[in-house]
Structures are given as C-alpha cells and as structure tokens.
C-alpha cells in the first residue's frame, strides 16, 4: 500500500485569513477611532483578535496593543520613580 505525501491527504486545515486589502479610508477611520481614549483601545482588541479583520489590519492592531503596553509599564515605572522621588524631598 502506497501512501501519498499530496496535501489532499492531510486532514489539517489551515486557518482563514482574510485576503481583503484595507482602503486609504478604513485606515483613516481606523486611526481615527484608535485615537478616542476608550474606543480605541476596544477596537484594537476586537481587530486583533478577529479573524476575519484583514491580515494587515490585524497585524497593525496587534503592534499597537503592544505600544500601549508598552506606554503604560513605562508610565507606571515613572510615577513610582517619581513618588519616590517626592517621598525623599519631603525633609527639605
């Protein structure tokens, strides 16, 4: 018995990936929407985890969570350098 190495013999199916380019206009909204303080940061939830947000989209939302954690851990590092700071000029 001859066993095929085609990729009609494997059962894994590949996952969907949305093939659709994003317009000048998406991504003007997109950056639009991204930038309203709440909004922005639940949309790039949903667009980077959606599947079927085109890929280009998806991978942009993804760098941009990044940036904002990226932005609150060194927020959160400078108001406790900063506190501490205070609490050592608080003799002067």
Do not use: D
């Amino acid at each position: 018995m001859e066993q095929s190495n085609t990729p009609a013999s494997n059962n894994v199916s590949a996952p969907y990936v949305n093939p659709e380019h994003t317009s000048t206009g998406n991504w003007f909204l997109s950056i639009f929407l991204v930038g309203i303080p709440l909004v922005g940061l639940i949309l790039l939830i949903v667009w980077a985890s959606s599947h079927s947000t085109p890929l280009s989209k998806r991978n942009w939302a993804r760098a941009m969570l990044l940036w904002v954690v990226i932005a609150i851990v060194l927020f959160m590092l400078m108001a406790i350098l900063g506190g501490i700071g205070l609490a050592a000029m608080e003799g002067y």
